[in-house]
């Protein structure tokens, strides 16, 4: 789980697949299908986004979470922005172009598990301003086997930034 | 800086009897930079908690108004607030958030100081001239440092009062937030920290008495919650309200549990430490906090606060920062705290949910943001500055200060009027004059 500790590559076909779902999941998230989305988690989702300290390089960063959702709170999350009606940051929607990319896919246990490690690029833009602004992080899921498809079961999102811009974080990354 | 203060619009902008704000204290730069001297250059402004900074050498950096400080607690044990800027020639010291040092040494010339600020080497200190005394050439302290019940507070005016003199009655309120066990409280995890457009008294005044956004801005999590609070068989209900205003401008607003509610409320602070409350808060604010629903809050100027129960189990003490950047933009810092003595297992729940509803990423915070910058953004021209805030709701309550047996200072009734808000107001006006 460890990047740090030397993937154990995944096959080719695994690779294709793995990639063939973090698309089509990127892409239901650009066309805010949160639904669609929030059935590709497990129900044991455990899902975190985390921002840094900056720090000497002698003590290295630290990481905290800006957001850390079980499959609850990630539903009452998706629910509010997913509604015209219960959001304020999100009505007009925002928009948002994802580029999913760095992919590297390890073997997980039980086999047919995987690991995929992506970096994340998202241009968000809101309202009438003429310029938009990025997120971006490096991204470690753990993708679990569910009969022909696969599940998010864990997700970490390490943003590269220390103070985040534009008032909240207010979509999925 | 006079001449800014020369040319700075010399007039109130708060007009008390007829309940009205201009614009341009909200959106104005010359009023921005006579804040900074009347205000943030002036006045106490928090800087950090104690538990930020445990360990000698242990530093964290902020910022007052415009002035970048290093908030350390020296090989003494004493916490000092230094300005992060080299007395030779002003490189910062700390180019990190926060961290631990032996020493400040300056990555420009080498210049190097121990951490209560004392210059030790100037590196060439061989071609000083004989009189000049090292001891005048350390780094620039903050003339005022106080702590009051883990929060560290500085000033920059040698002047100010002491700090419980400026709390005054407001530090009632905040004790049974950040004082209600023998430890006291810490700060879980790094302050999150976001940026937004908009002018930073919005989010003072948002804290220290704003019922009256909470269903338009918030009906998301509110209706949402509510389902939640059904499945759990768990629903919070509100009652007696009201708005606090102590002198100085501080002030919060508190909302006990309808009559009937059970104390299950309670169960959300750590069992355990019950009796400790009783020990350490005494009858009055046990009974306070006991039926609370929420308190929240704003020290003049930037410091605000929130205990709030959103659902079953999810409590959390949050303390704010509005940090202004410029007359339409501020940064926003974040902490969430517990008490000391609180299992680790309830600490991550209190953190978890802290942030998931106020934080950077907040499902309350989110739709706050978006309505506070296109504020800002809207009344940020020439002709919307003609048509000054209403602060209306204020004025039938401001001579009727209801009798509250509870707490100490001025109370009001019902609690979504703007008495709070424009008592803010009141005070920033009369600071901003001089």
Redo the contacts between chains.
């Keep these: 789980m460890n990047e740090e500790r030397g993937p154990a590559p995944a096959s080719d076909v695994a690779f294709l697949e793995v990639q063939r779902f973090l698309n089509r999941e990127a892409a239901l998230l650009d066309r805010r299908d949160y639904m669609a989305w929030f059935d590709l988690l497990t129900e044991d989702i455990n899902y975190v ?1 985390t ?1 840094r ?4 390089a002698e ?1 290295g960063p ?1 990481d ?6 079980d499959t ?2 990630l539903r ?2 998706v ?2 922005i997913g ?1 015209p ?6 009505n007009p929607p925002t928009q948002t172009r994802r580029f999913v990319s760095n992919l590297e896919v390890e073997d997980a246990d039980p086999p047919d598990d995987y690991v995929a490690h992506t970096n994340l690029l998202v241009y968000r833009q ?2 009438t301003a003429p310029d938009g602004d990025f997120y971006a992080g490096r991204r470690r899921d753990v993708l679990r086997r569910d009969g022909a498809s696969l599940r998010i079961a864990d997700r970490l999102v390490r943003l590269d930034h ?9 979509v999925i990354l | 800086m006079d001449d800014i203060v020369r040319s700075a619009p010399n007039r109130p902008w708060v007009d008390a009897a007829n309940g009205t704000v201009e614009r341009e204290a909200f959106v104005g730069e010359d009023v921005f930079r006579l804040e900074l001297d009347r205000i943030f250059h002036r006045l106490w402004i928090f800087v950090a908690h104690v538990s930020e900074i445990p360990g000698r050498g242990d530093y964290v950096v902020r910022t007052m108004g415009r002035v970048p400080v290093i908030a350390v607690r020296g090989s003494d044990g004493e916490v000092r607030v230094l300005l992060n800027s080299c007395r030779h020639r002003g490189t910062k010291l700390c180019r990190g958030e926060a961290g631990n040092a032996r020493h400040f040494v300056c990555p420009y010339h080498g210049w190097s100081y121990a951490i209560d600020g004392g210059l030790i080497t100037t590196s060439y200190d061989e071609h000083l001239p004989p009189d000049m005394d090292k001891a005048d050439w350390g780094l620039v302290p903050a003339p005022r440092v106080e702590i009051y019940k883990g929060l560290v507070f500085a000033a920059w005016d040698p002047g100010v009062p002491p700090l419980p003199d400026y709390l005054g009655d407001i530090a009632w309120y905040l004790d049974a937030l950040f004082w209600r066990t023998p430890e006291g409280m810490e700060v879980l995890a790094p302050p999150h920290r976001w940026r937004v457009r908009a002018n930073w008294k919005i989010g003072a005044l948002n804290f220290i008495g704003d019922s009256q956004h909470v269903r338009t801005t918030h009906a998301g999590p509110i209706a949402l919650d509510k389902v939640r609070s059904e499945r759990d068989g768990f629903y919070v209900q509100g009652g007696d309200s009201f708005q606090v205003v102590t002198d100085d401008g501080h002030g919060c607003t508190l909302t006990y549990l309808a009559p009937g509610m059970p104390e299950r409320n309670y169960l959300t602070h750590p069992p355990g430490l019950r009796d400790a409350y009783a020990d350490t808060l005494g009858p009055d604010r046990l009974a306070m906090l006991h039926h609370l629903r929420v308190m929240v809050g704003n020290v003049f100027p930037n410091f605000s606060f929130i205990e709030s129960q959103v659902a079953l189990g999810e409590k959390a003490v949050i303390v704010r920062q509005w940090q202004p950047l410029s007359g339409t933009e501020m940064e926003v810092l974040s902490w969430v705290l517990a008490e000391r003595e609180a299992a680790a297992e309830y600490k991550d729940r209190a953190l978890r949910h802290g942030f998931h509803n106020f934080g950077a990423a907040g499902v309350f915070e989110q739709d706050d943001l978006e309505l506070w910058a296109s504020a800002t953004q809207a009344s940020d021209n020439p002709i919307a500055r003609r048509f000054p805030y209403s602060f209306h709701s204020s004025l039938p309550f401001d001579d009727a200060p209801i009798d509250n047996a509870k707490g100490p200072g001025r109370s009001y009734k019902p609690s979504n009027t703007e008495v709070a808000q424009f008592a803010f107001m009141q005070r920033w006006d009369a600071a901003m004059q001089g």
Aim: hydrophobic content about 40%; glycine content about 6%.
């Design positions: 986004v921002a300290v900056s720090r000497p003590s630290v905290y979470a800006i957001v850390d959702e609850d709170t009452l999350r629910l509010q509604d009606r219960l959001t304020r940051a999100e809101r309202g220390n103070v985040l811009f534009d008032g909240s974080l207010s």
